[in-house]
């Protein structure tokens, strides 16, 4: 073989070897692009997670529990608590099918869930069909009393249309007696290894979810507590009611009924 | 493509208005085409506010520009503030940050790609601009141990500050951010990138330590504008106090029911005690103030005035898309001056509340 041909035989295997080297770069390329492009989408889910989770427990927990797990996290905080629960609800799903039920029930959920956070509430949890909301939960609310009663009026107010769009299809009315109590506890995360939710533990939930028991035996569909009472706008109706001892607390509780809120009577501009 | 466009937002709350002679003003004094402030400009104080504070974040005394692109990204993103979002990540991306470092920043904050300094900043930041609970002691310390003095540490919480009021007046305006958002990746932008860099860059970053004149020491909130003396930035505020308080656009006494409500919500004391004098000095009695900022309601109200006092509750924690509705609505019984002054006056509001928190905290 003479030089020519060799020097021709080295080029084109230096050539062959550029194209083999050059195709692994594109697919080491593709590889890294492909893989950089899985890690944004697993990021972007991640954001989305922690921005869906800022739904249900405050940022300043979110972090934590992201940064160091969800260990035991909780602190001590001033609440305003509302435990709503349907009346005769037992009786009305042994009266109507199993999936309308469902779809009532959502429908109520959906309309005092709104009733809820149009004044600054947070859901913490659904208990069958009894809600739980917390106001003062998730930032410092001074107003916090005011918020939750005149949110308490506002699920009076969407049951009633509600239960006009149930007669018309049929369904029976429902009613709800709602509880209301003030007072300090703590707020964090708490259930089980496997089971955490955001709530708030103390007296003040119970107490809530007692008064609203009672709201059946007095005939008022939503009662304050004493504590809660004395920080409430005076422009609310209340209506003494007469002091019930409940499980749990040593002394009677001091309940008032709320019947409405008159609007400001302004001066003039 | 950052998640955070896929924050709900309004079509924006006002028609802009072109002022070719505020858009010299401000090219000449930033270098930069004037952005949002054609939106709500025409109330004097506001436009010279907007100037000024777009001069303190682009010229610092102590901290370096980088840190100040993160604190403003950090902080809007925390504020779900689209606008100030884009418009500040445009900036990073132009000035050369690289593309991963942001996204990082985006994604986590407590990603390795941080240094233990800068991460002391972001979160101090981050605490500042959300308030709850708001800075203490602690969270100086935490600055202190990562090798701040104190200038610069005041310097971060004005940075913060800034951003805080920035966040609010384009959140509630609803200012169209989609311009910003698309701005890095116009091919004129990546071919002239370092064109446009060393322009933005020229117009420098260093400013020098400049202590409040004996005059600038007195005037409403004067403790929280003592608080940041030596900054160029104490007097940027001094002037946007005195400026909204000599506007006849609302009261006064509409102006002091909003820093009390602010305050209030906030829990900052030193804001909420001189908040209470001022409206003292506008004719409100003892017991009608503590009825306002009980029940935010009061006979002694107008209706116009209890309608500011509901709105100005709602800017202290907010999501975009409710403030905006919330706007809207308020705009319906004011014009569109009053309207602009009552959105700036409420920013102006959680920015001082927030600084008499640190003060209090220092």
């Known amino acids: 073989m003479d030089s020519s041909a060799i020097r021709i035989a080295i080029e084109l295997g230096i050539a062959a070897l550029a194209v083999v080297l050059g195709l692994l770069l594109r697919h080491r390329r593709r590889e890294a692009g492909r893989l950089r492009q899985r890690l944004e989408s697993a990021t972007g889910k991640l954001q989305n997670l922690q921005l869906a989770f800022s739904r249900f427990a405050p940022d300043e927990i979110i972090e934590r529990v992201i940064a160091d797990g969800p260990g035991e996290i909780g602190e001590k905080k001033e609440v305003t608590a509302l435990f709503a629960d349907l009346m005769g609800f037992t009786a009305l799903s042994e009266r109507i099918e199993p999936n309308v039920l469902i779809r009532v029930l959502n429908g109520y959920f959906d309309r005092m869930s709104e009733a809820i956070s149009q004044h600054r509430g947070y859901v913490s949890t659904f208990i069958g069909d009894g809600i739980l909301a917390l106001f003062g939960a998730l930032t410092p609310n001074p107003w916090q009393g005011d918020d939750a009663v005149h949110a308490a009026l506002a699920m009076r107010e969407a049951l009633a249309v509600y239960n006009r769009e149930l007669a018309e299809r049929g369904i029976p009315e429902l009613s709800i007696g709602i509880g209301l109590s003030r007072g300090m506890g703590i707020a964090g995360l708490v259930g089980s290894q496997n089971l955490k939710e955001f709530t708030f533990v103390g007296g003040t939930v119970n107490i809530a979810a007692r008064v609203q028991d009672l709201t059946r035996q007095h005939d008022a569909d939503i009662i304050v507590t004493a504590a809660l009472k004395e920080t409430l706008d005076p422009r609310f109706a209340l209506r003494a009611l007469p002091d019930t001892q409940v499980k749990g607390v040593a002394e009677p509780l001091s309940l008032y009924a709320v019947d409405g809120f008159a609007d400001v009577a302004v001066a003039g501009d | ?362």
Request: net charge neutral; aromatic share 8%.
């Open chain 2, 1 to 362: 493509m950052s998640l955070m466009r896929e924050i709900p937002w309004e079509s924006c709350l006002l028609e802009p208005r072109r002022d070719p002679k505020l858009e010299r003003r401000f090219r000449r004094a930033t270098g930069r085409p004037i952005g949002p402030i054609i939106y709500y400009s025409g109330t004097s104080w506001l436009d010279d506010t907007t100037l000024l504070f777009n001069i303190d974040v682009s010229k610092q005394v102590s901290i370096d520009s980088e840190l100040v692109g993160l604190i403003a990204m950090i902080v809007s993103q925390d504020n779900s503030c689209r606008f100030c979002f884009a418009e500040t990540r445009a900036l990073l991306r132009i000035l050369g940050m690289p593309e991963r470092r942001i996204a990082q920043l985006e994604h986590d904050l407590l990603s390795e790609e941080f240094d233990d300094r800068e991460r002391a900043a972001l979160e101090f930041s981050r605490r500042f601009s959300r308030s709850n609970p708001p800075p203490d002691k602690r969270d100086f310390d935490a600055l202190r141990t990562a090798g701040y003095d104190e200038l610069q540490i005041i310097e971060i919480a004005s940075i913060a500050s800034i951003l805080v009021f920035f966040n609010r007046v384009t959140t509630i305006f609803a200012l169209p951010p989609y311009a910003f958002e698309k701005l890095p990746d116009r091919w004129y932008v990546r071919l002239f990138r370092p064109l446009i860099a060393y322009a933005v860059s020229r117009t420098g970053n260093t400013a020098q330590i400049d202590p409040l004149r004996p005059n600038e020491r007195k005037g409403i909130f004067s403790e929280i504008v003592l608080g940041l003396d030596g900054l160029p930035f104490a007097r940027s505020l001094r002037k946007t106090l005195d400026g909204m308080w000599a506007s006849n656009v609302l009261t006064r006494r509409a102006k002091a029911l909003v820093m009390a409500v602010v305050a209030r919500a906030l829990g900052c004391a030193l804001a909420g005690k001189e908040a209470n004098e001022l409206l003292l000095a506008e004719g409100l009695r003892s017991d009608e103030i503590e009825e306002v900022l009980t029940h935010l309601a009061s006979p002694a109200l107008t209706a116009r005035e209890q309608q500011i006092v509901a709105f100005a509750r709602e800017t202290v924690w907010y999501e975009p898309a409710r403030i905006q509705q919330l706007g809207r609505h308020a705009m319906q019984g004011l014009s569109r001056e009053e309207f602009v002054e009552l959105v700036a006056v409420a920013s102006i509001a959680n920015m001082t509340c927030r600084l008499g928190i640190l003060a209090g905290a220092a």
